[in-house]
């Protein structure tokens, strides 16, 4: 009878527990997601070689960490967010070239980093895209 006793008071505990909704759900995802970029976010620079001819274009300097994106859903009152690398793109060589990015993705299984940056003319045309990609292994960014 005492281990019925003891058994019951035991289920009415994890059943008087708090249940998570939807936004707890979504707020954890978006937890993990951004502590799963931050673990790899940083500075990452070396030399950045030709796969055309195999000569050295100059020195090149990756920042990212992760953001989030606010995007509200039409004719709905809620809002969903979204985890996003954001960073900056660095090229030193005979000119120096600075490029930000706010769209990137990191894949925490495969390593797998990439980031389509717009490049723009002096006028705000865009006339170009780089597509940055490339892997991130231990603290070593192949790209």
Known sequence: MQKFIILCLIALLFGCAKDKNMDDLRR?????KT????????????AV???IDGSNLG????KF???????SSSGNVSNTQNVKVSGTLSLKS????DVSFDNGTYDDVTGAFQAII???DINGAAIAKISLGGNISGDRWTG
Request: hydrophobic share 35%.
């Open 118 to 120: 717009a490049v723009a």
């Open 94 to 97: 005979l000119s120096n070239a």
């Open 49 to 51: 070689i030709s796969e």
């Open 28 to 32: 954890d995802q978006l937890q993990e």
């Open 65 to 71: 960490k992760a953001s989030t994106d606010i995007q």
């Open 35 to 46: 502590e799963r970029i931050n673990s790899v976010s940083g500075a990452y620079s070396g």
């Open 59 to 62: 020195n090149i300097q990756l």
